[in-house]
């Protein structure tokens, strides 16, 4: 029930704000070596001065292709691997002893 509640709430954000997210898991320098936007410029979206764009959701969908359905469209597929930070975290709670 959890974890269902949790998919309806994040329904409502959008794909910068699903990037944004990701942003604070990734290490800016793996994410300048996997693609074409540079370290400052991931660094200037980190801390706001910058918006996110296409090619940078394009990149963490890369580097996160676990969470690239849930990237897209805010849903996820667990049946698929398809999952999100959050669902994780909600499931891996939830199998603590």
């Not at 994040?10 to 944004?20: Q, T, V, Y």
């Not at 898991?25 to 001065?49: C, F, H, M, P």
């Amino acid at each position: 029930m959890y974890i269902e509640r949790l998919w309806h709430l994040l329904m409502s954000e959008g794909i910068s704000d699903r990037g944004l997210q990701l942003l604070e898991l990734a290490s800016l320098k793996e994410l300048a070596e996997s693609g074409s936007t540079d370290y400052v410029r991931w660094q200037n979206i980190k801390r706001g001065k910058a918006r996110i764009g296409a090619d940078e959701i394009e990149i963490l969908g890369r580097v996160f292709p676990q969470y690239r359905w849930w990237l897209m469209t805010g849903e996820v597929m667990p049946e698929s691997n398809q999952t999100s930070p959050e669902y994780d975290e909600a499931k891996q709670s939830t199998t603590r002893p």
